[in-house]
């Protein structure tokens, strides 16, 4: 079975302005999705059999974000329950890139810089409040995860598994948080790393709110044999937790959908085996290009959407998505 596509008109903030989407999640008539700059979101409407009407959403608007003023978010995952956007970023450590056409004897000290921005160390519950265009985050509601060592990364600077990959950048197989899905009592993360000898990782947190903080009470882990991918993006269906699968390193592929059944109504075990994961779709790679990123859950089917998205998914400002029918 193959996708359709689905067209959305991002305005200024389209792939062809330099901008990738990293995050998605739906609500009604609304779709927010997470550009990989700065610090907002975009909250689309449906227009048609796509999605346009680009709002940006900042989010210190919502809450207070970690960091310094105007530093990257970083966000990569979204969801949205019970009246509650939840939004994650990266929490991962950074290495410089090395641009094309670098002379050679400049590489070793281009990949040497790395940094650590706390910024991107975001986990926040923004409740929504109805307005004309639909949903948004109601201005200084939210609330969020310390960034610091009442936070995630200060809980897990001793565990055994992921404590030695803090400090080590996301493309590196480093530690990188990319997808978040609310299930239940517990606010489970998506590691794109680090895989562990072929293992990939969820984190189950514990928390609940105090005012403007977000206060952590523990963390379960739960190891995922996904054939040596990493988590990409997580959403609910119903019942299941899907999983958007892809490599940890810059690679190109194998990405794929799969569900694990019944992960959203019962508690994880400590690991699912490959047996415990079905196949729900191999996503086509491009070459150095249309790397899978985003999957949402909508009415009519699973929409994906991609990293350094491929010529003819570009159209001006439009951006097309994959659209697989709900029957997959």
Not at 179 to 193: K, M, S
Not at 201 to 221: F, Y
Not at 300 to 315: K, N, Q
């Amino acid at each position: 079975m193959s996708p359709t596509t689905v067209p959305l008109h991002l305005g200024a903030h389209a792939p062809t302005a330099g901008v990738d989407l990293s995050g998605v999640a739906a609500v009604g008539d609304t779709l927010f999705v997470a550009p990989d700059e700065g610090s907002s979101l975009l909250a689309l409407r449906r227009d048609g059999r796509g999605w346009g009407s680009p709002d940006e959403v900042p989010l210190g608007e919502a809450v207070d974000l970690p960091g310094k003023p105007g530093e990257e978010v970083d966000a990569e995952g979204l969801d949205v329950v019970d009246g509650c956007l939840w939004v994650v970023g990266s929490h991962s450590p950074k290495r410089k890139r090395v641009k094309p056409g670098t002379d050679p004897a400049d590489v070793p000290a281009c990949l040497a810089r790395t940094s650590r921005e706390k910024s991107r160390r975001l986990l926040a519950r923004l409740p929504l409040q109805d307005g004309p265009d639909g949903p948004r985050p109601a201005p200084g509601a939210g609330a969020r995860l310390p960034s610091g060592r009442r936070g995630l990364w200060g809980a897990l600077a001793d565990d055994e598994h992921l404590g030695p990959f803090l400090g080590i950048p996301g493309k590196d197989n480093g530690f990188d948080v990319e997808g978040v899905a609310v299930l239940g009592e517990r606010v489970v993360l998506g590691l794109r790393g680090p895989v562990l000898r072929g293992w990939a990782v969820l984190l189950g947190l514990a928390v609940h709110v105090d005012g403007t903080e977000l206060v952590l009470e523990g963390i379960d882990k739960v190891f995922l044999d996904l054939d040596g991918l990493g988590v990409r993006d997580l959403a609910r269906a119903g019942d299941d937790l899907l999983v958007l699968a892809g490599p940890t390193m810059v690679l190109d592929g194998p990405a794929r959908v799969l569900r694990v059944p019944g992960a959203a109504a019962a508690p994880l075990p400590p690991a699912i085996p490959r047996d415990g994961i079905e196949t729900v779709a191999e996503l086509a790679v491009g070459v150095s290009c249309d790397r899978p990123e985003g999957l949402a859950v909508l009415p009519e089917g699973l929409l994906v959407l991609h990293d350094t998205p491929a010529a003819h998914r570009l159209d001006g400002e439009t951006l097309l998505g994959d659209l697989w029918p709900a029957a997959t």
